[in-house]
């Protein structure tokens, strides 16, 4: 063993710019990063709140087209009912006949009834 220290007060002490060059490149990667998260947790923020307005315009608008589908579903049993009549009508008055046949009004086969065998 030496005597002598392992230090020398007559050297400069070692440069640490290595390190520091390599801090500053990450720094501003990690400043990029950071950035481009926030920005897309902002966007996504903004994009669920548009979804949820959406949700409620649909919402507010079926509810207003109910009434508006009831009206149509009475209409449309009104109407069958007259031309079912009409067909019934048709039977037995010429004029009934007349725009039966001049309309081409006809009735469909009740769906569960079973389909006439061809002869």
């Given at each position: 063993m030496s005597?002598?220290?392992?230090?020398?007060?007559?050297?400069?002490a070692a440069s640490n710019s290595e390190?520091?060059?390599l801090i500053i490149p990450f720094a501003l990667i990690t400043a990029a990063i950071a950035v481009l998260m926030v920005?897309?947790?902002v966007n996504v923020f903004?994009?669920?709140s548009g979804l949820r307005d959406t949700q409620v315009q649909y919402a507010k608008a079926y509810t207003q087209r109910e009434a508006l589908v009831k009206q149509?579903?009475?209409l449309q049993?009104?109407?069958q009912n007259l031309?079912?009549?009409?067909?019934?009508?048709?039977?037995?008055?010429?004029?009934?006949?007349?725009i039966v046949q001049k309309y081409n009004i006809q009735q469909n086969a009740p769906e569960g009834a079973p389909a006439e065998a061809p002869k």
């Open positions: 005597s002598e220290p392992d230090y020398n007060f007559n050297q400069p390190g520091g060059a920005a897309q947790t903004k994009g669920h149509s579903q009475d049993q009104k109407l031309v079912l009549d009409l067909l019934i009508l048709a039977k037995t008055d010429d004029d009934a006949k007349a």
